[in-house]
């Protein structure tokens, strides 16, 4: 069965950073576009970015020069480098593919 299953996340002080970490299984991972997103209480879940097979990326506006995406198909892994971390940045962060497929969440919390 698919399983996504997230790690890295935790408290930061505003301007640090965290490295997120998604390890898949049960699907070709390959072929297949992978996404982080992320949800805050009372709110949709907002897609931050999101890598292609070809290793394009795609980013929301708000982290654009602060997040990075990557992914290692060998290890069917996908990553997302957290820099200049603001409190706005704070949410479960979830990593999703085809649409339907989702991780449990990781809490990452910006705050002095």
């Known amino acids: 069965q698919v399983q996504l299953v997230e790690s890295g996340g935790g408290l930061v002080l505003p301007g640090g950073s965290l490295r997120l970490a998604c390890a898949a299984s049960?699907?070709?991972?390959?072929?297949?576009?992978m996404n982080w997103y992320r949800q805050t209480p009372g709110e949709e879940r907002e897609l931050v970015a999101a890598?292609?097979?070809?290793?394009?990326?795609n980013y929301a506006d708000s982290v654009k020069g602060r997040f990075t995406i990557s992914r290692d198909n060998a290890k069917k892994m996908v990553y997302l480098q957290m820099n200049s971390l603001k409190p706005e940045d704070t949410a479960v962060y979830y990593c999703?593919?085809?649409?339907?497929?989702w991780g449990q969440g990781t809490q990452v919390t910006v705050s002095s």
């Open positions: 890598i292609t097979p070809g290793d394009s990326t």
């Open positions: 049960g699907f070709t991972f390959s072929i297949t576009t």
């Open positions: 999703g593919a085809r649409g339907k497929y």
